[in-house]
């Protein structure tokens, strides 16, 4: 049907139960964005993953860095990539 495949995950952080105003909109915040790219017979062609520096998360929960292996400095080390295209902006790892 489709020529490729594209298989998304999301790993995420709780917003501290501090920031009440937040959590009534907001429980999770994204820390990490992977991509797997399939061509239409299943084969691999592609990886993509980028550390998201989260805005109201101040540390990475114990258990997150237990079932995901990302640690607070990975994230706060983060740049996603600008949405307007800055080429000065870091670039997320993208594998062929």
Not at 42 to 56: A, I, L, N, R, W
Not at 57 to 80: E, H
């Amino acid at each position: 049907m489709y020529d490729k495949h594209i298989v998304l995950d999301f790993e995420m952080n709780p917003v501290p139960k501090k920031n009440k105003e937040i959590r009534k909109h907001l429980c999770r915040e994204i820390i990490e964005i992977g991509a797997v790219k399939f061509g239409a017979d299943g084969e691999h062609e592609g990886t993509f993953s980028c550390f998201v520096k989260p805005e109201y998360s101040p540390c990475v929960t114990s258990y997150i860095t237990k079932l995901t292996g990302i640690k607070t400095k990975d994230v706060y080390q983060a740049r996603f990539p600008a949405a307007d295209g800055d080429p000065a902006a870091e670039k997320p790892h993208v594998a062929a």
